[in-house]
């Protein structure tokens, strides 16, 4: 579809624009704008395109991760709620027989891996778990669908899968993160700094060390989830990128290329689940070790 819109002048500019984010951010004046002006005054702008959007630095919002982000959250709290809210006793049927499937799979992941007692953990794990596949899930749609009908209309870059922006990914993780530091601090109180200063060394002398230690690893846990989906959703984006690239090589190409897109989603099927699973499975450990004395 792309190679049809002729609006890219080469391959690398192609990937470069998927790979770019609907970015609303401030510019210093003297900035240099994309039709070569200055610009006269400092402004919160929308990127016109990916010069601006670099000079945008740490003061820039991704509105598609965003947009997307709120979008797919509020679709999974509607569906769940219409779901209970008529959920009937007997045997489930339809959608109710899907939610409840999910509900129980979780259910017994928490009841398998969390040690400890909190009624939040289900809840939890399954905001982690639905939302995550949600996310992933906007990888299945064709790549030039959404971004290139979006263009028509005059929005310029447009990613739709969330998890393919780190911004989010450690968001979440900071979410998790979050929750570890407050029921650590809920259930051990103070003996958590203790835990710290005094792991693994259980010594005063190797309170600084042990500090040290202690506070990366536990930075680490949540950021390295982050890290991880981000990782994995941006290098199967990537790939579907590349695959497309093929159908403006003529048909010989865009028969292959298409047969490698079927083979490739087919098999990002079985990812998009398990990314999601692995998020939410080390979730529910790192929060029942939160729960646990040392």
């Known amino acids: ?86 959920a009937t006793q007997g045997v489930p049927t339809g959608m109710q027989n899907f939610v409840e499937t999910i509900f129980e799979f979780i259910d017994s992941q928490v009841r398998d891996t969390f040690n400890g007692r909190n009624p939040w953990i289900a809840p939890i794990a399954m905001t982690v778990f639905v939302w995550v596949f ?21 929005v310029k870059f447009q990613k739709i899968v969330p998890s393919t922006d780190p911004n989010i990914t450690l968001g979440t993780a900071t979410f998790v993160l979050l929750l570890i530091i407050y029921y650590s601090f809920k259930v051990k109180g103070l003996g958590f700094i203790k835990e710290l200063s005094f792991t693994p060394f259980n010594h005063w002398i190797f309170v600084p060390f042990n500090l040290f230690l202690e506070l990366v690893g536990l930075i680490a846990k949540p950021f390295s989830l982050g890290l991880r989906l981000f990782g994995n959703m941006y290098a199967a984006e990537m790939i579907f990128i590349l695959i497309a690239l093929m159908f403006g090589a003529g048909i010989f190409f865009a028969i292959f290329g298409g047969v490698l897109q079927m083979a490739w989603a087919i098999f990002h099927i079985m990812i998009i689940p398990l990314q999601a699973f692995i998020f939410m499975v080390l979730t529910i450990v790192y929060l029942s070790q939160a729960h646990e004395h040392h």
């Open 1 to 86: 579809m792309a190679s049809e819109a002729g609006s890219y002048a080469n391959a690398s500019e192609y990937i470069s624009h998927h790979l770019t984010n609907l970015t609303y951010g401030k510019l210093e004046a003297g900035t240099t704008m994309c039709d070569g002006s200055s610009l006269e005054s400092t402004q919160w702008v929308m990127g016109a395109c990916s010069a601006e959007i670099g000079a945008m630095g740490f003061m820039a919002f991704h509105v598609d991760s965003m947009v997307w982000s709120i979008l797919l959250g509020t679709i999974f709290l509607f569906v769940f709620w219409r779901v209970g809210k008529s």
């Open 134 to 154: 949600l996310a992933n899930l906007m990888d299945i749609v064709p790549i030039d669908l959404i971004p290139y009908t979006l263009e028509l209309l005059g």
